[in-house]
């Protein structure tokens, strides 16, 4: 079976750190580029991160740019997320999304989330 | 920065009935448009991509058109599992969502 499973969330204060992990499986993970893609708490989907198959293409969206960092074991068929001088703002629900081989940025299999939120 | 609108932003809706909800870009995407169906709690589910591209496994009743600047998301016969809140998506540039289209039961 196709899966991603997220891991790492949690309660974190203001300016505190966090990694998160994305575990996949059934499917060969070197392939496909990956995204990260929070959910605030009755809000909207942003895309926060992307990185392509190799590592060798990051991009991130300008809320998060130099606080997080994304990156990838392919040996180890997992993706990652450091979570730097966190904010309030960053709360939400972070999902794990595999780009389709067709195109990498549309998302076709996605993790259950894990929580993450800061506060004081 | 492309914006993407979506319309309308909630509707009520009974089983069998058509249904089309309408997505907007600020600027043209050519077809570079994905809709994803999310149920609370849980994560979203690609529907279509590349506007008219029917995801594997998902079922006929959706169907998507539309390129440039305006695009639909149609369910023919709406089904008591399709209710559910609705998002475009582009990705002619970095990806964008839309801000949703919850449909629920009349």
């Known amino acids: 079976e196709v899966q991603l499973v997220e891991s790492g969330g949690g309660l974190v204060q203001p300016g505190g750190s966090l990694r998160l992990s994305c575990a996949a499986s059934?499917?060969?993970?070197?392939?496909?580029?990956m995204n990260w893609v929070r959910q605030a708490p009755g809000k909207g989907l942003e895309w926060v991160s992307y990185?392509?198959?190799?590592?060798?293409?990051?991009y991130y969206a300008d809320s998060v740019k130099g606080r997080f960092t994304i990156s990838r074991d392919n040996a180890k068929n997992s993706l990652y997320l450091q979570m730097n001088s966190l904010r309030a703002e960053d709360t939400a629900v972070y999902y794990c999304?595999?780009?389709?081989?067709?195109?990498?940025?549309?998302?076709?299999?996605w993790g259950q989330g894990t929580m993450v939120t800061v506060s004081s | 920065a492309i914006r993407m609108t979506q319309s309308p932003s909630s509707l009520s809706a009974s089983t069998g009935d058509r249904v089309t909800i309408t997505c907007r870009a600020s600027?043209?995407?050519?077809?570079?448009l994905a809709w994803y169906q999310q149920k609370p709690g849980k994560a979203p589910k690609l529907l279509i991509y590349?506007?008219?591209t029917l995801q594997s496994g998902v079922p006929s009743r959706f169907s998507g058109s539309g390129s440039g600047t305006d695009f639909t998301l149609t369910i023919s016969c709406l089904q008591s599992e399709d209710f559910a809140t609705y998002y475009c998506?582009?990705?002619?540039?970095?990806?964008?969502f839309g801000p949703g289209t919850k449909v629920d039961i009349k």
């Open positions: 998506q582009q990705y002619y540039s970095y990806p964008l």
């Open positions: 990185i392509s198959s190799s590592s060798s293409t990051i």
């Open positions: 059934g499917f060969t993970f070197s392939s496909y580029s």
């Open positions: 600027q043209g995407i050519s077809s570079y």
């Open positions: 999304a595999r780009g389709i081989a067709a195109t990498d940025h549309a998302f076709d299999i």
């Open positions: 590349a506007a008219s």
